[in-house]
């Protein structure tokens, strides 16, 4: 059955140093792979998605994320954490075989000054 | 560009009521979702349009959850009667993309719905 874990409830990061919110997912085919950032009532914004090609992906805000096949992982990074990154972050992954989204529970990250 | 317009932004209800929720998707966005989110999980899919066509709606509740996108833009979900186990914000989104899900979402602030 298709799945995404995100195995961190919360991140606590301090401000300027490296972050990374991890997520997994359960193989089925050649899954489409996205992260949303949700900030304090605002709807989910778009962060960056890995189709095919560059495993190192550059989204917004100049986070990234690499797509890790063997591990089946797609973690979130940035180098130099910002207090302003502090959001609630979530893991999709789109499946071709049954054509269906399913998003992870959500990391709270949060970033001390 | 104008986002994804939704509303209301909160409903109160008592179980066993009515409620719908109105989304207006970006302009020229071809597929419309549903989503539901519970607090503290991620949201889950509940129906996708492709223009007025339903493209999936295995998620979606259908003995009290019903919806629709007539003309191919705008799109209503609708609870009757509510439980309290709907209580959730209700988010719509759409994209540019055809049936395949694989490009960005742009996502509505939602509707933050509560069943007493």
């Known amino acids: 059955a298709q799945s995404v874990a995100q195995p961190e409830d919360q991140v606590n990061v301090a401000e300027g140093n490296p972050l990374t919110v991890k997520c997994t997912y359960s193989v089925s085919g050649n899954p489409y792979l996205f992260w949303y950032v949700q900030y304090p009532n605002r709807g989910l914004q778009f962060l960056l998605k890995?189709?095919?090609?560059?495993?190192l992906v550059k989204g917004s805000y100049g986070f990234e994320a690499e797509f890790n096949k063997s591990q089946t992982s797609f973690h979130l990074k940035k180098p130099s954490a910002l207090v302003s990154d502090s959001a609630l972050y979530f893991c999709a992954v789109w499946y071709s075989s049954a054509s269906k989204i399913i998003f992870g529970s959500g990391t709270r990250l949060s970033i001390r000054p | 560009e104008a986002g994804v317009a939704q509303s209301p932004r909160y409903k109160i209800i008592e179980k066993r009521q009515s409620v719908a929720f109105w989304c207006n998707p970006i302009s020229g966005h071809a597929t419309l979702y549903w989503y539901q989110q519970i607090l503290g999980q991620g949201p889950k899919l509940l129906i996708q349009f492709q223009n007025n066509g339903v493209v999936d709606d295995s998620q979606l509740p259908k003995d009290r959850f019903s919806a629709e996108r007539l003309k191919g833009v705008d799109s209503t979900l609708k609870i009757q009667p509510a439980k309290l186990e709907d209580s959730a914000v209700y988010l719509c989104a759409s994209s540019s993309s055809g049936r395949s899900s694989y490009n960005e979402q742009f996502f509505g602030p939602g509707t933050r719905l509560t069943v007493l």
């Open positions: 890995y189709i095919t090609g560059d495993n």
